[in-house]
């Protein structure tokens, strides 16, 4: 079967072409996306490659050889450069501008030129250096659990696989899979691998934009835009799940019921933004006082929540006070004075109140009208044994300390 080689290439340029434009559609659609219009850089570049290999006759041309291979190998550079920018990393362009003016400078050289063998060899290199590069920019963002990260990473790992290969079959297979004569077959196969390479690509990066964006979402309704901390709605999702897992597990789970002291009189003397730096001020002293495996939630108003995995009571008062501590230590500064804040606290813990969410809940809420109503700024336990005094807490602390 006779195959038009320079039919192949336009075809494969053409396709190159479209798919970099349908990056640049969704990046006009969703232009925070910055990472999409790098993606369409490639393509791009892959055009002009094909491009340029139509050039090549029964002799390599300098267009062929010089721009077409210059062209493929930044192709390879900027799939890794737009994986960085998707990973929100800045681009480091030095490696490309290297690549190319080293192979520019190889075929300078008569010997390079003229050798099959070792421009193969070099492009090879630089191709599954650049495809593992980028495979390796997606595996480290694994923290951002995205469906389609682990078969993209597949992917790259594989093309760059595949370009490896080429070395050790040097002497095996027709260019340009290998440096022998030039087989129109095997450069048919090459570019339906690239194009299927680059069809796969364009499905999963649009797929990780779009998971990424409805992952941001579900965030943003689970989260408190004031102080950052996870919200009501987030607290229903998380402590119902956690409670479970201790349950199965019989670990002690503990739960602060937070509410601060005649902060309606903070926003009537010194106005709603003071409020805010207040609310602001104690999410940090919160964040400063938990572990970050313990969850800190804002469920509403003044009122927040915390939920200390693998504590028990004692502890849990230990962590409360403290904190009662801290924020009575401490001034917000607004409006030119610096206002004084404390907290009550509700303790209480699976021992006391089992593994059920809503009566965790309501114990806690129970101690915290205890507290308010025995003066406020302190800590009190569910159950009656309210506050916790310098002894008992010093004792904790040493027991912790020894254990």
């Known amino acids: 079967m006779q195959i038009d080689m320079f039919t192949v290439l336009v075809q494969g340029g053409l396709s190159a072409l479209l798919l970099g434009l349908i990056f640049l559609f969704y990046w006009a659609v969703d ?13 791009f570049l892959a055009a002009i490659a094909a491009f340029a290999f139509t050039q090549w006759r029964d002799e390599p041309t300098y ?44 075929c300078a050289w008569e010997p390079f030129m003229a050798s099959l063998a070792a421009r193969v060899i070099v492009a090879s290199v630089l191709a599954a250096g650049f495809l593992w ?20 990473v597949l992917i790259l790992t594989l093309a760059g696989l595949v370009f490896a290969l080429r070395i050790p079959l040097l002497w095996v297979l027709p260019f340009p899979f290998g440096a022998l004569p030039l087989d129109p077959v095997a450069q048919s196969i090459l570019n339906l691998m690239l194009f299927a390479l680059a069809v796969a690509l364009t499905i999963l ?43 199965r597990q019989r670990l002690p ?29 104690f999410s940090s002293v919160l964040e ?30 230990v962590v409360a006070r403290r904190i009662c501590t801290e924020l009575e230590g401490g001034t917000v500064e607004a409006v030119g004075a610096n206002i004084r804040v404390t907290v009550s606290v509700g303790v209480t813990s699976t021992a006391e109140a089992g593994y059920d969410l809503d009566e965790l809940l309501a114990q806690a809420d129970a101690a915290v009208y205890e507290a308010k109503a025995r003066g406020r700024n302190m800590a009190v336990a569910s159950g009656g044994d309210a506050v916790i005094g310098a002894r008992a807490l010093r004792s904790v602390l040493e027991r912790r300390l020894l254990g």
Not at 31 to 41: D, H, K, T
Not at 133 to 152: C, D, I, N, Y
């Open 205 to 247: 990066m649009i797929s990780m934009t779009r998971e990424r964006g409805e992952f941001e979402q579900r965030q943003y309704a689970l989260t408190d835009p004031l102080t950052g901390l996870s919200n009501r709605r987030a607290f229903l999702d998380d402590g119902q799940r956690v409670v479970l897992r201790h349950k």
């Open 63 to 106: 267009i062929s050889v010089v721009i077409g291979n210059v062209a493929l190998l930044l192709t390879f550079g900027c799939i890794w450069q737009a994986a960085r920018v998707f990973e929100r990393r800045r681009p480091i362009l030095w490696p490309l501008g290297l690549a190319t003016i080293g192979w520019v400078a190889l």
């Open 253 to 281: 789970l503990s739960l602060l019921m937070l509410d601060l002291d005649h902060f309606k009189s903070i926003n009537d003397r010194y106005g709603h933004d003071a409020g805010d730096r207040v609310l602001v001020k």
């Open 31 to 43: 232009w925070r996306s910055s990472w999409l219009a790098w993606w369409s850089v490639p393509f």
């Open 133 to 152: 590069s980028a495979a390796v920019e997606l595996w480290r963002g694994r923290k951002e659990q995205l469906v389609s990260r682990l078969p993209t």
């Open 288 to 317: 400063a006082n938990l572990r970050p495996a313990d969850g800190i939630y804002r469920i509403g108003g003044e009122e927040f929540c915390c939920l200390l995995r693998d504590t028990g009571l004692e502890e849990a008062l």
